[in-house]
């Protein structure tokens, strides 16, 4: 009997010292975790952002409009001007209306001298709508977008996949660099003077 007893005590024992060892190890690891130290967040990497000013056409299609936007600044000339001509194709924020297709996709730019080459895929000229007024909106929202925001271009060269085109739907010359045209821009009207 006391055999017996000795080793249901044993047993009890061990199961004790087993239980002990599995809820001490529970409460050190929440102790470890309950005082861990950790170290306070890296901050968030501050992106550099620029304001620049896009040349949209207004609701009527008559002229161009100004929309400032501000974008992250890039490493290079040629990617931010790439980055700002992006832009366009995304297309107006507020009230105005786009003038590039926004399947169209800028490929890149790259500058030579005071004269930017873009370079568009084929859906600029694909999805460009028909006729005139779409083509001399497109045309000069590119140029004078990018002639306001870079002060060193003088003109811009059109390419599509790479290859410079001489037009885009038959009514504009673009064989040329295209200089930049700010009196397509809306111009507010001057307020009427009161009278007395």
Do not use: C, W
Not at 1 to 24: D, E, H, Q, T, Y
Not at 166 to 171: A, Q, R
Request: glycine letters at 6%.
């Amino acid at each position: 009997m006391k055999r017996r007893s000795n080793r249901a005590k044993g047993v009890l024992l061990i199961a004790f010292l087993v239980f002990a060892v599995v809820v001490g190890g529970m409460v050190f690891r929440k102790y470890q975790t309950a005082t861990k130290v950790t170290p306070p967040a890296a901050p968030a990497e501050q992106v550099d952002t620029r304001v620049v000013t896009l040349f949209f056409s207004s609701q009527d299609g008559s002229s161009l409009a100004r929309e400032g936007r501000e974008i992250a600044v890039e490493d290079t000339t040629d990617d931010m001007i790439a980055s700002v001509v992006d832009e366009l194709v995304v297309g107006p924020l507020g009230d105005l209306a786009p003038t590039l297709p926004h399947n169209a996709r800028v490929l890149g730019a790259q500058l030579k001298g005071d004269v930017v080459q873009v370079n568009f895929s084929k859906a600029l000229v694909e999805s460009l709508p028909e006729g005139s007024s779409a083509e001399m909106s497109a045309v000069y929202s590119v140029v004078d977008t990018v002639v306001a925001n870079f002060p060193q271009v003088k003109a811009v060269q059109f390419l599509v996949d790479g290859v410079p085109v001489k037009e885009l739907k038959g009514h504009l010359d673009l064989s040329a660099p295209i200089p930049a045209d700010f009196t397509l821009e809306k111009k507010e009207a001057p307020a009427a003077p009161e009278k007395q």
